[in-house]
């Protein structure tokens, strides 16, 4: 199979898939920001299907609801409260709690599982403030309309940036490779830095060496990025060398929790993956037939 059919086929999530998540997205919304106790300001769209990255199959969609609130505001309460709040509205969900920052609801479609996660936040009006802030915790979720924005600004670069990362998502899945979404999405940005590739094979070809220049030490900065400068940016690399700025957050490195086994496991992935599209294996290598 020609490997855009195979992305049009497999990868891309369809209208109905799209439709029936942002379709829940919004009834989120709306119970959010309608409800008098929570005082929502705004919600700001996140992850994979804001960015239009989304793998199919992988339904997920993130929500940051930005209150209105003093800084003495018991997040810990509040969470509590929009989990209720979710359970109430949704009792079929097959599951809601609360993980680390954030409110997790899981509701089961025809489409198969939905997840989402709620993530309340202050606001932040740039990502040098959001490097600024004393409590970040508070703050972190706004860095989302950054990052929504930065890989948008790749994809109206780059037609087919999308399914780029569509592919390399699939890749990882294959081979249990332990990268983030949002790392390949950056790591894939710099690789390419605005330029158009022809051909997949080398487009494949460029985000490889730059995971594993990344894995050797190359630190990967947002590209063309007019929120702030290579200058600007405070992250600092992990105790392995490594280190992958944030677009939402120049005091963040994306990179900083890779332990060694990791970046060994990547490694090696990432050269067999090069070995196999130098040998002209590349359908053979996504398991496209």
Not at 132 to 150: A, D, I, L, P, W
Request: hydrophobic share 40%.
């Amino acid at each position: 199979m020609d490997i855009n059919e195979y992305i049009k086929s497999n990868l891309r999530p369809d209208q109905n898939e799209e439709g029936v998540i942002q379709s829940n997205m919004d009834s989120i919304t709306t119970i959010l920001q309608k409800d008098s106790i929570l005082s929502v300001a705004k919600c700001l769209p996140g992850g994979s299907f804001a960015k239009g990255t989304m793998l199919r199959g992988n339904f997920e969609g993130d929500i940051v609801y930005i209150i209105n609130k003093d800084k003495n505001f018991d997040f810990d309460k509040l969470m509590n409260y929009v989990l209720k709040l979710m359970q109430g509205n949704f009792p079929t969900a097959i599951d809601a709690k609360i993980i680390s920052k954030s409110v997790n609801l899981i509701i089961k479609k025809p489409i198969g599982m939905v997840y989402f996660d709620i993530l309340p936040a202050f606001e932040i009006n740039s990502p040098l403030q959001m490097s600024q802030v004393v409590n970040e915790k508070y703050y972190s979720g706004s860095s989302t309309r950054f990052q929504v924005e930065y890989v948008k600004q790749q994809k109206n670069s780059i037609a087919y940036f999308g399914d780029l990362i569509r592919l390399l998502k699939h890749w990882k899945k294959l081979y249990n490779v332990p990268l983030s979404g949002y790392q390949l999405e950056l790591i894939a940005a710099a690789a390419h830095n605005g330029q158009k590739i022809e051909f997949w094979q080398d487009v494949l070809l460029a985000c490889f060496n730059k995971i594993l220049a990344m894995v050797l030490g190359e630190v990967i900065f947002p590209v063309n990025w007019h929120h702030f400068t290579n200058k600007q940016v405070t992250a600092l690399k992990s105790n392995l060398g490594v280190l992958i700025v944030d677009p939402g957050n120049p005091a963040n490195n994306v990179a900083a929790n890779l332990n060694s086994s990791e970046l060994m496991q990547i490694k090696n992935q990432v050269n067999n993956a090069i070995s196999m599209i130098n040998a002209k294996k590349m359908n053979e290598l996504l398991t496209i037939k």
